[in-house]
């Protein structure tokens, strides 16, 4: 299948700082990659969708400015945590549909993110 | 929009023996079903899907069928590993883009 990789896989940082998420289309060009929040034992949940080139639509009850998102290239999105506190301490996630397979959605390895 | 059941939500099997996973959709539009398999820590992996207009599909051991009228499609795997061992997911997808809709995943543990 194809490689979407995703860094770092862990983060700890302090409250109130801000944190960066990269997600990496390897072998493809993605014009469309979505970004999921996962808490312990719990399904994927989606938070916003990755356009390329415009701006990313946030699912409801997602605060985007919170949440920034950045898709600059065909094989790069971005997701920041600003200002993060404790409660957004969790496990993110990003996908990308590889444009030959249509349907398929690859994932990233994911990101630990602790907020002390 | 569209709701995905997923059931059980635990699973438990003995080496050899057969495990099946079964979810439910809302949607009867929706036309594409994966299946993925997440390890701790890790993230999901793309292990089988089926479209809307094939009733089943198999690859080695496992295998998922699809019931359109009943909104419901299935994922079986045989002759279980314990390297099989972890949580499983299903979603469902409707129209164009890859939006997919997630069930709640089940937690297969394959006992040695």
């Known amino acids: 299948g194809a490689v979407v990789s995703q860094h770092p896989s862990r983060v700890i940082c302090k409250s109130g700082t801000s944190v960066k998420i990269e997600c990496r289309s390897l072998?493809?060009?993605?014009?469309?990659m979505f970004w999921y929040r996962q808490f312990p034992k719990q399904s994927l949940m989606l938070m916003a969708t990755?356009?390329?080139?415009?701006?990313?639509?946030?699912e409801q009850g997602v605060e985007k400015d919170k949440f920034l998102i950045n898709h600059a290239s065909l094989t790069l999105s971005t997701l920041t945590v600003t200002s993060a506190h404790p409660e957004d301490s969790s496990f993110y996630i990003c996908?990308?549909?590889?444009?030959?397979?249509?349907?398929?959605?690859?994932f990233g390895s994911g990101t630990q993110l602790s907020v002390l | 929009g569209e709701n995905v059941e997923q059931h059980p939500s635990t699973l438990s099997v003995q080496e050899g023996d057969s495990a099946v996973i079964k979810c439910t959709y809302s949607?009867?539009?929706?036309?594409?079903f994966p299946w993925y398999k997440q390890e701790l820590g890790k993230g999901p992996q793309l292990i089988i899907d089926i479209r809307s207009n094939v009733g089943e599909k198999k690859d080695q051991r496992i295998a998922v069928t699809l019931n359109k009228t009943a909104k419901h499609f299935s994922l079986h795997i045989t002759e279980t590993q314990p390297e099989d061992s972890a949580v499983y997911f299903c979603?469902?997808?409707?129209?164009?883009?890859?939006?997919?809709?997630f069930g709640g995943g089940t937690r297969v543990l394959v006992k040695p």
């Open positions: 949607d009867s539009a929706s036309n594409y």
């Open positions: 072998d493809f060009q993605a014009t469309t």
């Open positions: 979603a469902a997808k409707k129209g164009a883009g890859n939006k997919l809709t």
């Open positions: 996908s990308a549909g590889h444009p030959s397979t249509n349907e398929k959605l690859f």
């Open positions: 990755s356009n390329e080139g415009s701006k990313a639509t946030y």
